[in-house]
């Protein structure tokens, strides 16, 4: 009777190995329980941060809020450090991210993405008075605020620019405004979320790069029916203003093209 034992057991794995793991794996379950939850940082302006009352606010919050509206839902969210928040995914701590997680070829190998649901390209930022510099062309010859490090510090740099080094974008904005730089390439997400809270900031956009970084939500893989349900509620607040709202209230624009 042992081989009547080997296929029990065999049946018994195959059940194992097909069963959910934990309630909120599939659309359904998230459906079941009436909550989607998120995984977020929760430290990362304009994104996802606390406000003055340590409320969790932010663009990532209020979109993943519409999107669990729409899957029928409540948004939960989970905040962890950006070093382990993908692979909390995992650990089945919650059914997706949203925490402005890149699109790459590396992710999509291990995990699914959402349709994009922003957009960031690099810009060419000069001071509003500038008439010298109105291409990444011009930056030959002319002092360029950047962290050294940076893909934007390399695309100055190979446009012939003086690179002055900073610590970020908002060092590398001071520089042009104070003279000591001509320019910085930088961030147009950066540059929308900066000129919403200083509009009297005397600096401009000239040019932007053609090629796009796109962020999406992500969730673990091989859940077809979540991705599609997640895309679907992204098209709807897109089609019925609710994306437009958000992208207005946190960034001044339209932040998905």
Do not use: C
Request: zero cysteines.
């Amino acid at each position: 009777m042992n081989w009547l034992k080997t296929i029990a057991a065999a049946a018994a794995l195959q059940t194992l190995t097909f069963a959910p793991v934990l309630a909120g794996e599939n659309l359904d379950q998230i459906k079941s329980a009436g909550v989607f939850k998120i995984g977020t940082e929760g430290t990362y302006a304009p994104f996802t941060f606390h406000d003055a009352d340590n409320k969790l606010v932010g663009f990532d919050v209020e979109i993943g809020e519409a999107v669990a509206e729409k899957l029928g839902v409540k948004a939960e969210f989970v905040e962890g450090k950006w070093d382990g928040l993908i692979a909390g995914l995992d650990a089945n701590r919650y059914d997706a991210v949203i925490n402005q997680v890149g699109i790459t070829e590396a992710r999509k190998q291990k995990y699914d993405f959402s349709d994009p649901y922003i957009t960031s390209k690099a810009v060419l930022i000069v001071k509003d008075d500038n008439a010298d510099i109105k291409s990444f062309e011009d930056l030959k010859g002319k002092r360029s605020a950047q962290s050294l490090t940076s893909n934007f510090g390399k695309l100055a740099e190979n446009a012939g620019a003086e690179l002055v080094g900073t610590d970020g974008f908002d060092q590398s904005i001071q520089l042009v405004l104070t003279g000591r730089a001509d320019a910085t390439i930088n961030d147009s997400l950066s540059f929308l979320d900066f000129k919403k809270q200083k509009p009297d900031a005397p600096v401009k956009i000239v040019a932007e790069k053609a090629d796009a970084d796109y962020s999406g939500i992500i969730v673990r893989k091989g859940d077809p029916e979540l991705v599609a349900a997640i895309n679907k509620a992204l098209a709807d607040i897109k089609a019925d203003g609710t994306y437009q709202k958000i992208s207005e209230k946190y960034f001044g624009a339209d932040v998905s093209k």
